[in-house]
Nanobody, 126 residues
C-alpha cells in the first residue's frame, strides 16, 4: 500500500473549474510505474462512483458522466496525480477520493484499489 493525500477541493459555481491533486508516498522509487491511480467520488446516499484512472503504462479511462470535462494526468517525478475538472455542474458535488491499485484489470471498480486517500469535498453551486 501507499499513502495518499488529496488537495484542492472547495466550493465553485456551476461552469467553473477546480484541480484536485493527490500526492502518493510510502514506497521507494516511482510509485506510478507500478500502480494504477484512480479518482472516485461519492455523493451523500450514493455509491462510490468511478471518475477517472491512469494506468502505469499511461492508459487513461473516464467515467461516462465526466468525459470531455475532466482530465487526469500524473507527474511521476512528484508521485502526484491530478484531476482537472472543467464545466462543473451541481451533480458533480461529492467527496472525491484518490485511490491506488496494483491490479491492472477492472480498474473502474473500487474493489481492486487497496490504497485510498481521506477524500476532499467538492461542492458546485447552481
Amino acid at each position: 500500500q501507499v499513502q495518499l493525500v488529496e488537495f484542492g477541493g472547495g466550493l465553485v459555481q456551476a461552469g467553473g473549474s477546480l484541480r484536485l491533486s493527490c500526492a502518493a508516498s510510502g514506497r521507494t522509487g516511482r510509485i506510478f510505474s507500478t500502480y494504477t491511480m484512480g479518482w472516485f467520488r461519492q455523493a451523500p446516499g450514493m455509491e462510490r462512483e468511478f471518475v477517472a484512472a491512469i494506468t502505469w503504462s499511461g492508459g487513461i479511462y473516464y467515467g461516462d458522466s465526466v468525459k470531455g470535462r475532466f482530465t487526469i494526468t500524473s507527474d511521476n517525478t512528484k508521485n502526484t496525480v491530478y484531476l482537472q475538472m472543467n464545466s462543473l455542474q451541481p451533480e458533480d458535488t461529492a467527496v472525491y477520493y484518490c485511490a491506488g491499485s496494483r491490479v491492472r484489470t477492472n480498474i473502474m471498480s473500487t474493489t481492486v484499489y487497496d490504497s485510498w486517500g481521506q477524500g476532499t469535498q467538492v461542492t458546485v453551486s447552481s
